[in-house]
């Protein structure tokens, strides 16, 4: 057993145990103490040193909980067998050049820049409301106190369920009790959740094209699916029983990208392929049904479910800002039982603070006022756009209007969807073409279209940009 | 045709397009209005009623978009065939009873109350920083304006994982670049999201007793699950390997239940293990080592990996609030890629808002003034509970102290660990039963042992309550 002369700073910010501590690690990693070799006693250290015991005790017990050295009763302190041991400490000088090299690995793909983007996500500038928002923060946070900060309800908070529930009904004619309805940090999660209480093994069926994070939320949910055709309609019903699906996912009120409306036959008849089979879904995302522009908005297809098979679907994403992060789903109460009957409700994934500052902007009117501001101000971009479109004149069809925050424009004057999408880029523009939401080559989707998203759009822009569109896009203007 | 008398209220606050809307459904439904038979043209309509021809255009529009007629070309409106239709309006009649029903279907299992509960979530009352919260998020929501409500980075806000990476650093020895980590709302979502990484079909190796939402967590992404025999340093190494599993989880700063920390030995033999595998990963779940009251933090796994196979997890569920809602989860920079590599990322699940007032939480040192506050308070909890349960005497032994907020109680005078939880809640005290932890009956875990959370409670309940105990679970007091 040797005698230590152990280095201490008593100068040093780190405490002296720690030094002990750093000290004999050092000595152990390069070999100078073997395994197996003793340590001085807890007393003789700190005579040695000059230290208290405590300070010594401190020490040896933090090398043996990091399993350097060990105790053995009414023997002492030895060093411990390590295989293939490395170290941090080693391991960190190498870190810049690694970080650099990790860097390079994880580079995304530099991002284009583009003048002006018909992007489908977003809303308004402007929109969100802001002084409304604090003021309800504010009241949230002081009211709830040590409430808030306690876990919540797994499927979340009551009162944000109640006032859904009120509204859905309302606005949506939505049937169901606050009990039925599970909050959640967006659709993806929500579709991932629904995904664990369904059950793998399923086979789900959706429109070709469709919206595309639903279709990569079931895919990793470990669904299969099958492309179903669509026609000015939405889903064909005798498609879907053909594909052998047992859950169809659809947006009545407006498809998308297609943009059309389910009319209330075909609902009927979706509702009644989910009753003809004992475990047969429909999921409806009704993902932009607040924004309607002519006539009275269409109910949800929830409303007329009679036999406990439609999920429905809703988010604040569109109707408040994408980035507040709260989406919430009802099921159908036979599914509701299922997940509160098993094993591990996973935690809500929305803040109880968010969630109560949601209950109040919809309790108090403030969410029927947004939306009809909002509403207005998207009818006018709505109706700015097809007005503007309309100057593209023969070479193009417009579809998917009267309602959402995007439009579709068929060319048809020999233009590809791939070259409209580049000469777009060319000038600064950036258009979706309609390919992008395809999820099946085998089922044919209408050529040379591409997508208009106008939500993020001021109208000034929106007025250029379809100006330019119309130049470029117009073939014998540019081959004059 | 009939001339149709449609009975108008100037006084309703429906407007006049709806109530004709609304009338002819009633007809259509009551079969009044057969299938395939015309109604009066728009401009007859209206001349018929005294309403301008617009009204009656939106009447039909909306009829024609939710089925109820159709237009054809040249010829006019004729009501649709509808097989089996139903009706919203008739089916809400029926609406209280259905939802009574369905209230006592989904009705929850009364919760008993006890009078204090040794639970094993939640956070000292008066531990949440609300007025450093409150500041801190009305600078975030005034700083960001119309950029917090724009869809946000998948993965998290840059300058949040910024924070995180330093932060993990400097406490946990975790080396990652910012691009390595995914913020995300809880550990269940998480680890469903880092199972649509991985890919289904893996085997994962988790100690018995165990974390249950994570054990639930695998189970519903699809994983197979094994059960891995632990010692008092944690996950046997040999057992894991013996149990073909191509994935561990493991929480060597703090197993949970058991409390063991993993000394260094055995960490280097687990990572061993990954790198004997092409495809092998260790899950580190990190949840609760900002407790620690002797000696200084055990460095985690992650800083030792040098074969990209560590998956770090971290939560402010423990170290802030549980209804706070962030976790972040390192990924080795190979996953990452994979991830970043696949169509459709998740959205992210936590605000843009959240992510920054935490992002300034964790940049002016608040976070770990906060810590260093919340380690004492548990700190002295923990030295009382220490002091209270020495007090049982012979009959029990304690252990899993010195970190977290847990200690667990085995009761040595042949009291069943049921008869000492049920013999707890007579005298209004919730304990939980270590076999609850349990995900196996195969692998043998400790006997007659009880857990006991301190984080929520007040030190005089504590005193009380650990008092109560002693008399309760002391036989022979009983029988004397």
């Known amino acids: 057993m040797s005698t230590f002369l152990i280095p201490l700073d008593s100068r040093s910010r780190d405490p002296v145990y720690q030094q002990i501590c750093e000290y004999l690690k050092v000595q152990i990693r390069k070999g100078r103490l073997k395994p197996g070799e003793k340590l001085p006693s807890a007393r003789g250290m700190a005579q040695n040193l000059g230290v208290s015991r405590s300070t010594v005790d401190l020490a040896y017990g933090q090398l043996v909980s990091e399993g350097y050295i060990e105790s053995l009763p009414c023997k002492g302190y030895y060093v411990c067998e ?48 802001h002084n409304l928002w604090r003021k309800l923060a504010r009241r949230a946070l002081a009211e709830g106190e040590d409430q808030l900060y306690k876990p919540g309800d797994p499927c979340g908070e009551p009162g944000l369920r109640e006032a859904l529930a009120g509204y859905l009904y309302q606005a949506r004619g939505v049937r169901c009790i606050p009990e039925q309805i599970l909050v959640g940090a967006g659709n993806d999660y929500l579709l991932l959740l629904l995904g664990t209480i369904l059950g793998s093994g399923r086979k789900m069926g959706m429109e070709n094209p469709t919206y595309l994070s639903a279709y990569y939320d079931f895919r990793y949910t470990g669904f299969r699916i099958e492309a179903v055709g669509q026609d000015s309609q939405g889903m064909k019903t005798e498609d879907l029983e053909a594909s052998g699906a047992d859950t169809a996912y659809v947006m009545p009120s407006h498809q998308f990208p297609m943009g059309m409306v389910m009319p209330l036959k075909r609902r009927m008849e979706l509702l009644a392929w989910a009753a003809r089979g004992e475990e047969r879904y429909i999921i409806e995302d009704d993902y932009d049904s607040e924004f309607r522009y002519k006539g009275k908005p269409v109910p949800a ?25 709260v989406s919430y789903m009802v099921l159908p109460v036979r599914l509701m039982q299922r997940y509160q009957n098993r ?90 073409g309609l390919s992008e939401y395809q999820i099946s080559r085998k089922k044919k989707i209408q050529e040379s279209t591409v997508v208009l998203g106008y939500a993020c759009l001021r109208e000034e822009e929106i007025r250029e940009a379809v100006r330019k569109l119309k130049k470029i896009w117009d073939i014998r203007e540019n081959y004059e």
Do not use: W
């Open 343 to 432: 094993g591990g409700l996973f935690a809500v994934t929305v803040s109880r603070a968010d969630q109560k500052i949601l209950e109040l902007f919809l309790k108090e009117g403030n969410y029927e006022r947004h939306l009809n501001r909002m509403r207005a101000v998207y009818k006018n971009k709505h109706d700015l756009m097809l007005r503007e479109l309309k100057e593209l004149g023969d070479i193009a069809e417009v579809s998917g209007e009267n309602a959402g925050v995007h439009l579709l424009v068929r060319l048809k004057n020999g233009l590809s969807e791939q070259e409209a999408v580049q000469r777009a880029g060319k000038a600064g523009i950036r258009v979706y």
């Open 82 to 129: 390590i295989d293939g041991m490395y170290f941090p400490g080693e391991a960190r000088k190498a870190d810049e050049q690694e970080d650099t090299a990790k860097r390079e690995r994880l580079a995304a793909g530099e991002k284009e820049d583009y003048e002006t983007d018909f992007a489908l996500d977003g809303i308004a500038p402007g929109g969100f409301p």
């Open 301 to 325: 297809l929830q409303g007329f479910d009679g036999n406990d098979c439609v999920i429905y679907m809703g988010t604040f994403s569109k109707s408040l800002a994408p980035s507040v992060r």
